[in-house]
């Protein structure tokens, strides 16, 4: 008898680790993959943006020819940051990856609202349907960008948390679940997006 | 048979369901007697030679080995429905789908989104998510989740590149019929108690490592633990496939009945044969959701156990003149081929410019201009009222037709460019949601904007500024769509954002100095369909069998309607009269006729909690009291329509659109 109730016993202590084990990996797989999808809806806007700002600047090369400087600024930060976002898309919440397309983003803000504050002197420019429907579009996409951002940091933040969390953390490191990385844009002053203003 | 009685029906199988699973657990557990019996006490008795107590501690034995294996079977199966109390979406990512964007841009997605969406508005039901398994070459594909808001639609990246829209569309329409029949409950519970006799395995497989010198009985009784948790699996499955034979069958001859199109669906079929991985699924997870599937996943199933019937057998009861061969697929170059022309949301920016917000009055440019709304109720004309028959409300309830699919298409097709782009973006879907509920009046509408950005975020007030001028002239019947198209993106807030959204959508109807019964229903849609994705427990139960108790908040619900369409009281009594005599009649109780205070916003929030939980009859039965109320004065207001919509979604009985006579 006491042979049949060992046995039961480790039955039901087998049984339970199985479960938890089961659980805490899924749980942990779930989060990881809602905050790679949540990266995704990032990459979207991301890419929308990238797509608009050569046009942008095709528009408003025949009214700016003498501030050829900011333009190719521009386009540089553009492309810098649309290959750090591919990197990231790859792998998204790689810590060395998210701080390239951070700072790539804040870069590429801090330029766009330079090259915005140059367009002020040119009434003409400011007159341009297309640039006027360029500029909107941008200034909505730079908002889902941001509405993006906070929905993935939520999921980071979920995850990361739950990845430190007693019992989780046991499962985290031998199924190798590493620490997700926050986007965050870094410097305080280009935290807005920059301001379409006529 | 209409759609309340094949809800009945499904849960009458379910319970026959749970009447065989007793009998194979039953089942299990004498053998697991039988063997613990043969191999603990066997060698118990040798050492207690001549003890009269044998018989005792064999109901001991047997007591014991019972526990145990329904202690097992329970947790197991319990473990698993509560991973799958997360609806559609844990099936789907538990078979490595990823979930498509809903403001995709590559061309097969954006097919595939396409055909979902407009199902959903066809049924009347929230758009589902939309998950691909990139891995699966076959083509297959699956609908899961406990309801409407949140199910979830699975194909393999072999379906979403070889198939052509039609045969898309045949097999989704397929998987929606599942949908409408109430069939994902019984699958989820199938699936919850298989693994729970699976279970039993996985105790054996662990027994087997036991080592020392006491480890034989161990080691043998692992071993009958896993050829009697095998034995059981097998009976589940026979009921597994017993069970999703029928139904395929069902869901087939529905999908034609809804696109009109056997070619498609055949289409489909042809394609499952000709091409090399038919529908087979890589997956290994994939035995245990194989009676979801559209077509047999696995890689050999033997008579009895096959939960699809032959391909052959599908494929002739669709096109008789089939000659079994199979045409051979070629996996198409550019995938862009079959694809639909793109979305114009979709389209590159620098194409015609819409006019600035800045200059008014807008000048309309020729391309951006959508072509207008499809005018399902037009004004009602002198001498030519609209009417409804109020049985052809409840008959299509859950069996949208093929012209509501076309309906659905063409509304699809009108919707401005700019809302569409917005209800598949979060940040848009959230300030398309606000938008609805924004005042007409200027200064009520600056207030309610203000408190929106206090709420939410400066972002969310500007996106919904943007898109104001257009989401004024949608017209009624366009919104509820709208909303279901604007669920898969509001879905993916995050937990915080959807909290401030909650908050915020509350605050703006409170702002509006008028109580408007269509804007709460909206609010209750969204909101209903939402919760089930951020609070997966709060899960309804059926609670109510009977009509009786309900008596007051159908009063409840009928005043309020009939207030709704009325001018004033006295043509309220009589719209009101109308409902409740049938329904009186059924509940053999007069139905009470409640003064405005006591059927207001509040009340009729808890009575429609209520009638949610009860069965599909009274859902039926009050559904139509509401028609007939709202059809008293012989003539359907597109409001009053789109409420009776909104009532019914409340009820989780998704009325498809209402069409033009």
Redesign the interface.
């Known amino acids: 008898?006491m042979?049949?109730?060992s046995?039961?016993f480790?039955?039901?202590i087998?049984?339970f680790l199985?479960?938890f084990v089961i659980?805490a990996y899924?749980s942990l797989?779930?989060l990881r993959?809602r905050y790679k999808?949540?990266y995704?809806?990032i990459d979207?806007?991301l890419k929308r943006r990238y797509?608009?700002i050569p046009?942008l600047v095709e528009t408003a090369k025949g009214y700016l020819a003498h501030e050829r400087g900011t333009l190719e600024a521009v386009i540089t930060a553009r492309n810098a940051a649309a290959t750090a976002n591919t990197r990231a898309a790859q792998n998204p919440g790689d810590a060395s990856a998210m701080k390239e397309i951070s700072s790539a983003e804040s870069a590429l803000s801090g330029v766009m609202g330079r090259l915005f504050a140059l367009a002020e002197a040119y009434p003409n420019l400011k007159a341009n349907?297309?640039m006027?429907?360029?500029m909107?579009?941008l200034?909505?996409t730079e908002?889902?960008v941001?509405?993006?951002r906070?929905?993935?940091n939520?999921?980071v933040m979920?995850y990361n948390t739950r990845r430190e969390v007693f019992p989780t953390n046991l499962i985290a490191g031998p199924f190798h679940f590493g620490p997700a990385e926050l986007f965050v844009i870094e410097k305080p002053e280009q935290k807005d997006a920059p301001k379409v203003s006529? | 048979m209409d759609f309340f009685e094949r809800q009945e029906k499904a849960r009458r199988h379910t319970a026959f369901l749970v009447v065989y699973f007793i009998v194979a657990i039953v089942l299990m557990i004498v053998a697991v007697y039988l063997v613990v019996a043969l191999i603990f006490t066997g060698f118990e008795l040798k050492n207690a030679e001549g003890d009269t107590s044998g018989a005792w501690s064999q109901i001991q034995v047997f007591i014991g080995s019972a526990f145990a294996t329904l202690a097992v079977i329970s947790l197991g199966s319990f473990f698993r429905t509560l991973a799958l109390a997360r609806g559609g979406r844990a099936v789907a990512e538990m078979l490595d789908g990823r979930l498509v964007n809903s403001n995709s841009t590559d061309p097969n997605e954006r097919k595939l989104l396409n055909v979902v969406e407009e199902m959903a508005i066809a049924s009347g039901v929230p758009v589902p998510q939309v998950y691909v398994m990139d891995g699966e070459a076959g083509i297959n594909a699956f609908a899961a989740g406990h309801s409407a808001s949140d199910a979830a639609i699975s194909v393999t990246h072999g379906a979403m590149t070889m198939l052509t829209r039609d045969e898309l569309q045949g097999v989704i329409a397929h998987e929606y019929s599942h949908l409408l029949n109430g069939d994902m409950k019984l699958n989820l519970r199938l699936m919850g108690l298989i693994f729970g006799i699976l279970c039993l395995t996985v105790i054996g497989r662990i027994l087997l490592r036991a080592r020392g010198k006491n480890a034989a009985p161990f080691l043998a009784l692992g071993l009958a633990l896993i050829i009697i948790g095998w034995v059981g699996v097998l009976f589940g499955r026979l009921i597994q496939a017993a069970v999703s034979r029928q139904r395929e069958f069902l869901a087939d001859a529905a999908a034609v009945q809804f696109t009109r199109n056997p070619l498609g669906l055949a289409g489909a079929l042809k394609k499952i044969g000709g091409v090399a991985e038919g529908s087979q699924l890589q997956s290994h997870r994939a035995e245990e959701a194989s009676h979801l599937f559209f077509a047999n996943g696995l890689k050999s199933e033997l008579f009895g156990f096959a939960t699809h019937p032959p391909l052959i057998e599908r494929i002739r009861a669709l096109d008789p003149s089939f000659d079994g061969k199979y045409p051979s697929v070629v996996l198409p170059d550019t995938p862009a081929a079959a694809a639909p022309p793109p979305l114009p949301g979709a389209s590159p920016l620098v194409q015609p410019p819409p006019p600035p917000r800045a200059q008014p009055p807008p000048p309309p440019l020729p391309t951006a201009k959508p072509p207008p709304l499809p005018i399902v109720r037009p004004p009602p004309l002198p001498g030519a009222p609209t009417i409804v028959a109020q049985q052809a409300v409840i008959a299509d309830i859950g069996q949208p037709r093929t012209e509501h699919l076309q309906y659905s298409i063409d509304l699809h097709q009108a919707v401005p460019p700019s809302i569409q782009t917005a209800a598949h973006d979060p940040l848009g879907a959230h300030a398309l949601i606000c938008a609805f509920l924004l005042a007409d009046d200027a200064a009520v509408r600056e207030k309610q904007l203000e408190e929106l950005g206090r709420a939410t975020s400066e972002a969310v007030r500007q996106e919904t500024i943007r898109i104001w001028p257009d989401v004024q002239d949608i017209p009624p019947h366009a919104r509820i769509p709208l909303v279901d198209l604007a669920l898969p993106a509001l879905r993916r807030l995050s937990p915080g954002q959807f909290e401030q959204f909650r908050g915020a959508v509350n605050k703006l109807i409170g702002s509006d100095s008028e109580t408007d019964l269509f804007e709460f229903m909206l609010q209750k849609i969204v909101m209903r369909h939402l919760d089930t994705r951020f609070y997966p427990e709060r899960r309804p139960v059926t609670q109510f069998y009977d009509l009786r108790p309900l008596v007051r908040d159908a009063g409840v619900l009928l005043s309020a309607t009939a207030y709704a369409g009325a001018d004033d009281a006295t043509q309220a009594h009589a719209a009101f009269a109308k409902g409740a005599e049938s329904l009186g009649q059924i509940a053999r109780t007069e139905i009470p006729w409640l003064p405005p205070t006591e059927c207001d916003l509040t009340h009729l929030d808890a009575a429609l909690d209520r009638f949610a939980q009860s069965v599909p009859q009274i859902k039926k039965n009050v559904l139509t009291a509401c028609a007939e109320t709202v059809a008293f004065d012989a003539l359907i207001q597109p409001r009053e329509a789109e409420l009776l919509r909104a009532i019914a979604d409340a009820l989780d009985c998704p009325i498809p659109p209402f069409l033009q006579a």
Do not use: H, R
Request: charged share 10%; net charge negative.
């Open positions: 008898m042979i049949l109730l046995c039961g480790v039955v039901l087998g049984l199985v479960i659980g899924n797989v779930t993959n999808n949540a995704a809806q979207v806007q797509d608009l046009n349907t297309t006027l429907n360029l909107e579009e200034t909505s908002n889902k941001s509405f993006a906070q929905a993935y939520d999921a979920g006529f």
